[in-house]
């Protein structure tokens, strides 16, 4: 993350099972801005070694000490 900037970066994933990514949504216009130095995976890539049981959304927050925090987001519950 650059130096210089004032506030974390935030972004919402979406993974599938299989670890395939469906979505990146920067959750803020300068995280929109700064996306593609994130070093985040891109949509339709898959990353290896993860295994989850259904569908699943992460919050993930590029804090302003370098370090990265990674939020499970609530899942809907079926009916």
Known sequence: MPAQLA???SYQVTLTA????ITVQPLT?????YQAQT?????NQMI???SLRQ???????????GSVRVV???QPQAP
């Not at 216009?29 to 801005?33: E, F, I, K, N």
């Not at 070093?39 to 949509?43: D, E, N, S």
């Not at 569908?55 to 000490?65: A, C, K, P, Q, S």
């Open 7 to 9: 506030e974390s970066l």
């Open 18 to 21: 299989d670890g395939t990514v």
């Open 29 to 33: 216009s300068l995280a929109r801005d």
């Open 39 to 43: 070093g985040l995976p891109l949509v």
């Open 48 to 50: 290896s070694g993860l």
């Open 55 to 65: 569908r699943t959304t992460v919050e993930v927050v590029y804090l302003l000490d």
């Open 72 to 74: 499970p987001q609530p």
